[in-house]
């Protein structure tokens, strides 16, 4: 093979200019797509809150979080990401209008996102992460934390309950919660003679108890697969019993 001038490796270095070129100008281009026409954009707020005492005064003490209306009209949603729930851990929320929700954390670092929608945010403590949004279509969206903060993080969910316009309607201090009856009888009725008539059933609580009650399991199994163990040398049963889990 005849040796490479000085003009091949010219010509072959402009050539990979171009292709890395295009490489960048493609993933440009991505980034400004989904900035500009999607609205996907890191959260830009810097608003500092102390951890410590978030709960004893301001916008996040416990009356004051869920959905609300501001004095302008504007409906702001105040949720602490705590380990390891959401307070509330359901808030309702109107659709096609701009709507603005604001998160705390009073211990470790959480993340949350709205599934299907491009609300998606870290929730660091010391800071509050601010996302505005515009939900276009309603019903129950699920808000996992999805920054593992701890045994109970996979058990750490909420729900944003979109619901259309119209059916947001604040009560006398502004504020909507998930247990408003006119919300829950907007459900399909259930079948005459399915189920006993009564309230709705509340929302279930994610809880800890499985997670607990898994730990002391297997705190307690090294004595069970002890007592295995002797009983299968016993009764000559095959040695691999003795590793069940
Ligand atoms: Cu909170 Cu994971």
């Known amino acids: ?16 200019l171009w ?40 916008e996040f003490t416990e009356a004051n979080l869920g959905a609300s209306v501001e004095p302008n009209g504007h409906v702001t949603a105040r949720i602490v990401a705590t ?32 599934t ?16 505005h949004t515009v939900f276009r279509k309603t019903g129950d969206l699920l808000m996992p934390c999805h920054e593992f903060c701890g045994l109970g993080h996979s058990q750490m969910l909420g729900t944003v309950k979109v619901v259309p316009r119209e059916q947001f309607r604040p009560g006398p201090d502004g504020r909507v919660a ?31 108890q499985p997670t607990l009650a898994g730990a002391a399991a297997a705190a307690a199994a090294p004595a069970a697969t002890a007592e295995a163990a002797a009983a299968a040398a016993s009764s000559n ?3 691999s019993a003795s590793v069940a889990e």
């Open 1 to 16: 093979m005849a040796a490479l001038t000085e003009d091949d490796v010219l010509k072959s270095e402009l050539r990979w």
């Open 19 to 58: 292709v890395v070129g295009a490489v960048v100008a493609v993933i440009f281009a991505g980034i400004l797509y989904a900035g500009m026409a999607m609205r996907v954009n890191p959260p830009s707020n810097i608003e500092l809150k102390d951890p410590k005492t978030l709960h004893l005064s301001g």
């Open 237 to 239: 049963a095959p040695a």
């Open 83 to 114: 380990q390891f729930a959401f307070v509330p851990n359901c808030v309702v929320l109107p659709a096609d209008q701009e709507v603005t929700l604001r998160f705390v954390s009073p211990d470790v670092i959480h993340g949350i996102l709205v």
């Open 116 to 131: 299907g929608t491009n609300v998606n945010t870290m929730v660091v403590p010391g800071y509050v992460a601010q996302v």
């Open 178 to 208: 998930c247990e408003t009856p006119e919300l829950n009888r907007a459900a399909p009725p259930v079948p005459a003679g399915q189920l006993p008539a009564g309230p709705p059933a509340p929302l279930q609580q994610p809880t800890l």
